[in-house]
């Protein structure tokens, strides 16, 4: 039986700091971090990918109960567009550890590099299954990236969104070659790109009928 991490591995103001939505084609990237409190210990921490939504969801409502201090950030499409995927997560760790309402000693990174901060900061690769601060910011933002891709799921119908939460699966590839890409996609992605330049290509052609 999956028993989580170690809270014994929980330091004293120290903040875990993880991202998701990397690799999808639409919407933002997330962010968080999390000061955890060595007093109040969270049972079945880890990687938010190992566990079930339903079990997500009720650690999220369990961490932000517990933690010391927890930030959830983000960097927006345009801002992935622009700065490109990697700068653009790095921004919005930034983000996340800056709103933290206690200054942590440390920050430990999901990965193998670190944003610019104003805190001494250490990359842990797979940190999210080693760390358990950073397990707790793993969860906070893909239980917040994944509430906002259902409701965007609403708004853009016939993509399959709230299903794949904006990865390039079939589904999503073969709907944004129908139906084009919609205001959330990313267009510095080749995918997108691609759909982008056959919807203009396609209007075009309708233009000089």
């Known amino acids: 039986m999956e028993m989580g991490l170690d809270f014994e591995l929980v330091e004293e103001l120290v903040c875990g700091v993880d991202e998701v939505g990397r690799g999808p084609l639409c919407g933002a990237v997330v962010t968080a971090a999390v000061i955890l409190d060595p007093a109040r210990p969270i049972l079945g921490l880890n ?72 805190i001494p900061a250490s990359a842990v690769v797979q940190g999210d299954a080693k760390v ?26 016939g993509y399959g969104i709230g299903a794949h939460k904006g990865y390039p699966t079939p589904v999503h590839l073969e709907a944004l070659a129908r139906l084009g890409p919609t205001p959330i996609h990313r267009r510095s992605f080749a995918p997108v790109r691609a759909a982008y330049e056959a919807r203009f290509d396609l209007d075009a052609d309708f233009a000089t009928v």
């Open 47 to 118: 990687d938010s990918k190992k566990l079930t939504e339903a079990r997500r969801e009720l650690l999220y409502e369990e961490i932000t109960e517990k933690a010391l201090s927890w930030f959830i950030a983000r960097a927006e499409v345009a801002e992935i567009d622009s700065l490109n995927i990697l700068h653009a997560t790095m921004l919005a760790m930034q983000r996340a550890v800056e709103g933290l309402h206690i200054t942590p000693r440390h920050a430990m990174i999901d990965g193998n590099r670190c944003p610019n901060l104003r």
């Open 132 to 157: 358990p601060a950073i397990a707790a910011a793993s969860i906070l933002a893909k239980v917040s990236r994944d509430r906002e891709m259902t409701a965007f799921d609403l708004i853009y119908p």
